[in-house]
Nanobody
């Protein structure tokens, strides 16, 4: 079992920045890929960014160029640097981990992730 804990959310003005973190608990399960999703009130949870086992990254079009996903070398902590924030970025941000091998193109699908955190709120005004 893998536990994921997000932190770093907050309230910022448009144009501001935040650094979100996701800490994964020590586990016998090997994490292959990790991702960030977000969900605004009344909307579906949507893909934001992901990093695979080879450190290759994938981004949603809406955040590419503004958000950057990264991992520590031990892959137990993942980050999302969010810059140039817009009001439409307001959402609960969730991190997710996959313990299965999948194609990089599949990382945009929620179904490939086995574990989810509780979320951290980002509010942009």
């Amino acid at each position: 079992h893998v536990q994921l804990v997000e932190s770093g959310g907050g309230s910022v003005q448009a144009g501001g920045s935040l650094r979100l973190s996701c800490a994964a608990s020590e586990s016998s399960a090997r994490i292959y890929s990790m991702g960030w999703y977000r969900q605004a009130p009344g909307k579906e949870r949507e893909f934001v960014a992901a990093v695979d086992d080879d450190a290759r990254t994938t981004y949603a079009d809406s955040v590419r160029g503004r958000f950057t996903i990264a991992q520590d070398n031990d892959k137990n902590t993942m980050y999302l640097q969010v810059n140039s924030l817009k009001p439409e970025d307001t959402a609960m941000y969730y991190c997710a981990a996959s313990i299965g091998v999948c194609a990089r193109s599949a990382l945009i699908r929620k179904e490939v992730y086995n574990y989810w955190g509780q979320g951290t709120q980002v509010t942009v005004s």
